[in-house]
């Protein structure tokens, strides 16, 4: 969710919380956006001021005009990672944005990899969780996701290794089970090629280069407690917003 400063200009502060309200749903995918006489109306602020709410939000993807009709609402084309999913969860009590959904692709104990022992700070074949989903929406796929946890934390949330329905995000589940919280994350941004065991989900050749998002989690107590790696489906792209004030 798109935070707001009381540092902003009152045009960016108005099109955050109208963002904001149609990130968590409050506003729906092709329903009219607050227009100009109602920002007037609402925010006190000059007609100037309110036209250029709605050009900030075409622009960043959140608002189409179309003919006939006026400017309606829609979803920006960018993919929802980890870290933005730790923060709709905590914020609107879903990981999810409007239209999105999920399919759970498989929950099991696997011995870790090189990669995965290093970033959970394990022995190589140690037994950790390994989860793949696929995140979809009306476009297509959004990204094939995988995450890697502890071993132990299978006996805390026997669910994890199960493709049923969560009854929370892994996040939620494991603060939940264990009072382990996430608190700190580091983000890494690659291109790779895409493995044969994923291209297939992805709906792509393997080898075909693709933008990936490596996420490593910390808890409180400095210890990790999941390590994920996104490839984002065709023609996707990653975007953040942030307050410079």
Not at 134 to 143: F, Q
Not at 172 to 199: H, M, N, Q, W, Y
Request: no cysteine; aromatic share 4%; net charge negative.
């Amino acid at each position: 969710m798109t935070g707001t400063s009381p540092a902003l200009p009152p045009y960016r502060r108005i099109a955050a919380q109208i963002k904001g309200k149609i990130e968590r749903g409050e506003i729906r995918v092709g329903d009219r956006i607050p227009s100009v006489r109602d920002i007037i109306r609402y925010e006190g602020v000059s007609v100037g001021t309110a036209t250029r709410v709605a050009a900030v939000l075409r622009a960043e993807g959140y608002a189409e005009t179309i003919t006939g009709i006026g400017t309606v609402a829609r979803m920006p084309s960018k993919v929802t990672t980890g870290p933005d999913r730790l923060q709709l969860q905590r914020t609107t009590g879903s990981g999810f944005r409007p239209g999105e959904r999920v399919e759970i692709v498989s929950a099991e104990l696997v011995p870790a990899t090189a990669e995965v022992a290093d970033a959970l700070e394990v022995d190589e074949g140690t037994p950790v969780v390994q989860r793949r989903r696929k995140y979809l929406d009306d476009d297509g796929v959004i990204a094939l996701s995988t995450s890697w946890l502890p071993g132990e934390l299978a006996e805390a949330a026997p669910e994890l290794i199960s493709t049923g329905p969560l009854p929370k995000m892994t996040f939620g589940l494991i603060e939940d089970r264990t009072g382990r919280r996430a608190i700190k994350r580091r983000d890494v941004v690659s291109i790779r090629p895409v493995p044969e065991d994923i291209a297939q989900l992805l709906e792509v050749e393997a080898g075909t280069l693709a933008l990936t998002m490596a996420n490593h989690y910390w808890d409180q107590h400095g210890q990790v407690t999941e390590y994920a790696r996104d490839f984002m489906g065709a023609d996707r792209e990653l975007a953040a917003d942030y307050d410079l004030e």
